[in-house]
């Protein structure tokens, strides 16, 4: 059995997520996971206004009351002319993983979910992001940014876009069971470790 974990590194929901996800691994150190990044807002060329950012502002004090994780409200607030495009960080995870396989993809995930959410840093410039992956994986910035740039992510970008499209998910996150006889659906959405323990419950204690 293996676990799938759609989500995108710049949706607030996978923020809160990412502490979840971390417990419930710490619980079944015997199942696999695989990360299939989403795209929530991949290929957004709209500049993020006032209203815009005052509309997640509100998602994300929602997923602070619910994760307990700090979000770093001014830094959103102060960034000019950004775009939300959320392809380049999905495509950073991608390239994590192509460089390094067996790597926690789940901790390279969260630390680029740290940069942006806490640190404030900008996660749709190619260099901030390669600086991200680079130190998770101990590389040189400049060999993860050839990787990150590579034609190669770009199109297993999109078919991480298209898998996740194929497994019928259309919000993150989401957590799904590989049983091995078929797919099924763990948590449609944010939910506590404890949640997603009872519910693989069902299927690992079968």
Same mark, same amino acid.
């Given at each position: 059995?293996?676990?799938?974990?759609?989500?995108?590194?710049?949706?607030?929901?996978?923020?809160?997520?990412?502490?979840?996800?971390?417990?419930?691994?710490?619980?079944?150190?015997?199942?696999?996971?695989?990360?299939?990044?989403?795209?929530?807002?991949?290929?957004?060329?709209?500049?993020?206004?006032?209203?815009?950012?005052?509309?997640?502002?509100?998602?994300?004090?929602?997923?602070?009351?619910?994760?307990?994780?700090?979000?770093?409200?001014?830094?959103?607030?102060?960034?000019?002319?950004?775009?939300?495009?959320?392809?380049?960080?999905?495509?950073?995870?991608?390239?994590?993983?192509?460089?390094?396989?067996?790597?926690?993809?789940?901790?390279?995930?969260?630390?680029?979910?740290? +940069?942006?959410?806490? /640190?404030?840093?900008?996660?749709?410039?190619?260099?901030?992001?390669?600086?991200?992956? &680079?130190? =998770? $994986? @101990?590389?040189?910035?400049?060999?993860?940014?050839?990787?990150?740039?590579?034609?190669?992510?770009?199109?297993?970008?999109?078919?991480?876009?298209?898998?996740?499209?194929?497994?019928?998910?259309?919000?993150?996150? +989401?957590?799904?069971? /590989?049983?091995?006889?078929?797919?099924?659906?763990?948590?449609?959405?944010?939910?506590? &470790?404890? =949640? $997603? @323990?009872?519910?693989?419950?069902?299927?690992?204690?079968?």
């Amino acid at each position: 059995m293996k676990l799938l974990y759609v989500g995108d590194p710049m949706c607030s929901w996978c923020y809160g997520f990412g502490k979840e996800m971390t417990a419930l691994m710490a619980m079944h150190p015997e199942l696999d996971l695989d990360i299939i990044v989403g795209g929530v807002r991949a290929g957004a060329t709209d500049v993020l206004d006032q209203a815009g950012k005052e509309f997640r502002l509100g998602h994300w004090a929602r997923v602070e009351a619910q994760s307990g994780l700090p979000f770093n409200r001014e830094a959103l607030l102060a960034r000019q002319n950004f775009v939300y495009n959320t392809e380049p960080v999905c495509r950073a995870v991608v390239a994590a993983r192509k460089l390094a396989p067996q790597t926690d993809l789940l901790a390279v995930f969260r630390a680029l979910q740290q +940069a942006f959410y806490v /640190d404030g840093r900008d996660t749709t410039d190619g260099r901030v992001l390669a600086e991200v992956v &680079a130190e =998770q $994986l @101990q590389l040189d910035v400049e060999v993860v940014l050839r990787v990150w740039e590579d034609h190669d992510t770009i199109m297993q970008t999109k078919a991480d876009f298209a898998r996740a499209r194929a497994l019928g998910v259309r919000s993150f996150p +989401a957590l799904l069971l /590989d049983t091995g006889k078929g797919i099924v659906e763990i948590s449609g959405g944010y939910a506590h &470790a404890a =949640q $997603l @323990q009872q519910a693989l419950a069902r299927y690992t204690l079968a």
